[in-house]
């Protein structure tokens, strides 16, 4: 644990007891305790421990990471008992906010200390007594949750082999620092959807802007988890003639580029919704530029800042198998080769010639495996194709392609562009949409929030993420720059994975 992870835990345990101080110092001052006690950290909970005669070891536990929050939320509650208040609703309101509530509390000439002798006369029912330990289950796992680590499920090939699909892993949310979420009202354990009911999970009555607890940049060659960037507009996934029609493989805004925007709500207008950013599909790839890069890929070989990418071993891409004449190639044949494909992902693919296959490999089993006199492998390289971002026009992007593709700048916070039609294309949509600028352009002359502009300083950080599994990942190609605020945390650890039965090999693993 690095210092800056050190730092959120300290900063978390200081607000849990630090936040709520004014009220205590009002309820000390009604259990004749002198007030001055509420105002020193973590020494008024042991106060309030002899105020409610409790075990004095529950003091110590505040200290032990993440489990002493619990243990803190624990003394306010059993505090606050001795005030008469054993309602559900005001335990719940000691535990989400006790800056407000004991206020109240202290305030209220209403409520009268009662001490420990008390509450001894108060008597939870079973019922009860279930429904707070569910409470609190909730309010840990939310904080855990949130501050410290997430599960994530690798739902599609795209990070094979580096991740496979049905690895569960845990998201490390303190190595980039902890995002406070845009939409903190929102049903526990849900991302953006409740189930069966297919409504909202969430409510935006309160939109907390980007906020993220000591931030630390993402690092290159990090597998990260992100909200996918284009998913803040998004057809809702309508059954039509028992098809998914769209979803995450094909975005709003593709949708639009294929059918154009009056046909996309003609037709679909009805399903059409936008998410705030926390609650955009989670996606996951691997940090290939970070902000200030220039990528390319020539010829299937990614080049960051005019160098070659490191060698990852288990990153995949198609090569083309040569056979001698006369040899059938199958995936039988290939899997006797050495190399580990499965038809069942499309590792392998027909070209029309028998002794000639499309073969999905990593570096690693390209350089390691030998092939027999006679065979050879060649580069496949995709051809053109007009869905990769910026989405081509007379000169940027016209001949790229997922093989050829760049040179392109990743924005940097306080990098400065020149606001020419060859920029906008790159960058428009991170002025407008990522960063919030009203754009016009009036007759050629751009304005920006309505002053005129010739350039445009970015005000955040940006990203470059690609699948090890180059051929099947649909990744910053195809939709464009990942911005800071949409990063969720860096994948770190399996700790589950299956196929037909447990991976026992693949199990605590750490992810690199």
């Known amino acids: 644990m690095d210092s800056g992870q050190i730092g959120i835990l300290i900063l978390i345990s200081l607000i849990v007891v630090v936040a709520p101080v004014f009220g205590i110092y009002k309820m000390f001052l009604k259990a004749g305790q002198p007030g001055w006690k509420a105002f020193i950290p973590f020494l008024n909970t042991w106060f309030m421990l002899e105020i409610a005669k409790k075990p004095k070891w529950w003091f110590f536990a505040q200290f032990i990471p993440v489990v002493g929050w619990f243990f803190s939320i624990v003394i306010l ?3 606050v008992k001795c005030f008469n208040k054993f309602k559900f609703y005001q335990h719940a309101a000691t535990a989400f906010v006790p800056f407000l509530y004991f206020v109240y509390v202290g305030s209220n000439k ?5 001490g420990p002798e008390g509450v001894k006369h108060y008597k939870k029912s079973t019922a009860r007594e279930w429904v707070d330990a569910a409470v609190f289950a909730i309010v840990a796992a939310t904080l855990i949750r949130t501050f410290v680590f997430e599960a994530y499920t690798i739902p599609t090939p795209s990070e094979e082999k580096t991740l496979l699909v049905n690895d569960f892993l845990f998201v490390s949310k303190s190595t980039y620092g902890p995002r406070i979420p845009n939409t903190p009202l929102a049903m526990p354990f849900m991302h953006h959807t409740i189930p069966f009911l297919n409504i909202k999970s969430y409510v935006e009555w309160i939109h907390i802007p980007y906020t993220r607890w000591f931030a630390s940049p993402v690092k290159r060659d990090d597998a990260v988890v992100f909200n996918f960037p284009v998913n803040d507009t998004l057809i809702n996934d309508p059954i039509v003639d028992g098809q998914q029609q769209f979803g995450s493989q094909i975005t709003y805004y593709e949708a639009v580029r294929q059918l154009g925007r009056d046909k996309v709500w003609e037709t679909y207008g009805k399903y059409i919704i936008t998410r705030p950013v926390d609650k955009r599909e989670n996606f996951i790839k691997r940090c290939v530029g970070i902000a200030g890069d220039t990528i390319q890929v020539i010829n299937g070989k990614l080049m960051i800042n005019g160098k070659p990418e490191d060698f990852f071993p288990k990153s995949e891409r198609f090569y083309l198998l040569h056979a001698p004449e006369g040899v059938n ?3 039988d044949k290939v899997m006797d080769l050495g190399y580990k494909v499965r038809t069942s992902q499309g590792d392998v693919e027909t070209t029309g010639k028998a002794n000639l296959l499309k073969v999905n490999i ?24 007009d869905d990769l971002f910026p989405y081509y026009s007379d000169s940027t992007g016209k001949d790229w392609s997922a093989d050829n593709y760049g040179p392109l700048w990743i924005p940097k916070k306080n990098g400065t562009i020149q606001l020419t039609p060859d920029n906008l294309i790159r960058y428009q949509r991170c002025i407008e949409i990522y960063e919030g600028n009203k754009f016009e352009n009036r007759g050629g002359k751009y304005f920006i929030n309505g002053v005129a502009a010739t350039s445009y300083t970015f005000k955040m950080d940006y990203y470059w993420l690609m699948g090890d599994n180059r051929h099947h990942s649909l990744d910053s190609r195809y939709w464009g720059f990942v911005p800071e605020d949409h990063v969720v945390g860096k994948a770190s650890l399996i700790w589950f994975s299956y196929e037909n039965g447990p991976r026992w090999n693949r199990l605590f693993r750490w992810i690199k």
């Open 362 to 385: 990593t570096n690693e089993e390209k350089n390691t495996v030998k092939l027999p006199q006679g065979y050879f492998l060649t580069d496949y390289i995709f051809e053109h194709r």
């Open 110 to 114: 209403k409520d009268r200390f009662i």
């Open 77 to 79: 509650i059993e505090f």
């Open 329 to 331: 190639l199958d995936e």
